[in-house]
């Protein structure tokens, strides 16, 4: 069998498309979605023999990121949480709890299928087994080489192929500007609230540790560093606060790469780039379904109008550019000052940080109304409202973050 293909099915099967997809994971679904919602005849091409699959991702999706997916039932959902802990290095703790859920622990195999299935209902085909090797241009159309030696060909490329965007760096688009290495374990662990995250900052320079509850008794244990996230994760473990809860083995373990950082451009000549290979991540909590979905949505839109008009140059596509920056583009440089700033942070600053927040019940209360992991940004705006002459320092940051 070659690149998916069923034997006896050849014959019906199309060589020619509008929009290819490179990747069936969120953005590159609803990239492909949205190109046949605006009349173009789009293929997602994936490379592994199943969608949703390797994992990478702590699969904790907020309010925000739940909506633009469109999905019509939550059967990927395993928990909704409405709150979370935040540890300082030194111990310093940080408790808030909305009263209603605020974000979703999901299955990202399930909820990755779903969305694929969303696009196929929209009449866009899916080849599995089919990886991309090779894109060249001929005139108006790309032509893509795929594993086997099959070649199909389209008007429009959308690069959604991941953090690693071989594809996406050979068209000459920038790698983003750092990539940070995770790792995290599923396993048996005595959670505290079942209905609240732990967020634990200062365990390795990059990003931070994270316990998200899957269960009464499970939870996903991770972190994000600047590299050898699995060694950082070790020690993490070892620490007292979690190794005293671990009720035994891990039953999974997940590694990849976390792309912060947008390059200047994400096009060229007959390709767009969304997701993870745009680097279209919150630098704040490492979430990248919210923005990359909004992207997909642009870029499919775009790339169908492009196909239909025979424009595939990199003028053209520009508009895609132009349109995800402005819907994304101040969020993730916000967020981008916010990870530089904690990461220059000593772990006695973090723990003044963490403790001043904490002993201020109105700005507690802020976060709990207003809190959005999605759109971290407006949260930090209403903050400023509610700082006392001991919060200057705090306010100082907050305007250099939002200025």
């Not at 299955?107 to 969303?118: K, M, P």
């Not at 780039?273 to 499919?300: C, F, M, N, R, W």
């Amino acid at each position: 069998m070659r690149s998916g293909r069923i034997p006896g099915e050849m014959s019906i099967l199309k060589e020619r498309f509008d929009v290819a997809v490179i990747g069936a994971g969120p953005a590159g679904s609803m990239a492909a979605k949205y190109a046949a919602k605006s009349g173009a005849n789009a293929v997602i091409l994936e490379e592994h023999p199943a969608v949703g699959w390797p994992v990478e991702c702590a699969g904790l999706l907020g309010l925000g990121a739940l909506a633009e997916s469109e999905l019509p039932d939550s059967s990927f959902v395993l928990r909704k949480i409405k709150g979370a802990a935040i540890y300082s290095p030194g111990g310093n703790r940080l408790d808030f709890k909305a009263k209603d859920p605020r974000a979703s622990v999901v299955d990202r195999r399930l909820f990755d299928r779903a969305a694929a299935c969303e696009a196929l209902h929209e009449g866009v085909e899916m080849r599995l087994c089919s990886p991309v090797r090779r894109i060249r241009r001929e005139g108006d159309e790309s032509v893509l080489s795929l594993g086997g030696g099959d070649e199909i060909r389209a008007s429009i490329v959308i690069s959604a192929e991941g953090v690693r965007g071989r594809l996406a760096r050979q068209a000459g688009i920038m790698p983003p500007e750092l990539v940070l290495s995770g790792a995290q374990l599923e396993l048996p662990f005595a959670v505290e609230d079942p209905e609240s995250l732990e967020v634990h900052l200062g365990a390795a320079p990059g990003l931070f540790a994270w316990v998200i509850p899957t269960g009464e008794e499970t939870a996903r244990i991770g972190l994000c560093a600047r590299e050898r996230g699995c060694e950082h994760l070790k020690r993490f473990l070892g620490q007292e606060v979690i190794r005293k809860r671990i009720l035994g083995s891990a039953t999974t373990i997940n590694v990849g790469g976390l792309p912060l950082g947008p390059p200047p451009v994400t096009v060229a000549h007959g390709l767009l780039v969304v997701g993870d290979a745009a680097g279209q991540v919150k630098p704040t909590s490492g979430g990248g379904i919210y923005p990359g979905l909004v992207a997909a949505k642009i870029a499919g839109g775009v790339a169908a109008a492009a196909a239909m008009e025979g424009d595939g140059s990199a003028q053209r596509l520009q508009e895609y550019d132009r349109i995800w920056r402005a819907n994304l583009g101040r969020e993730l440089e916000i967020g981008m000052r916010a990870n530089r700033m904690l990461n220059r942070m000593s772990a006695k600053e973090c723990d003044e940080l963490v403790n001043y927040l904490a002993g201020r019940p109105g700005l507690i209360k802020t976060i709990e109304e207003h809190g959005d992991i999605d759109r971290p940004s407006s949260l930090m705006i209403k903050m400023l409202f509610h700082l006392d002459w001991d919060g200057l320092k705090l306010a100082g940051l907050l305007r250099h973050l939002l200025s």
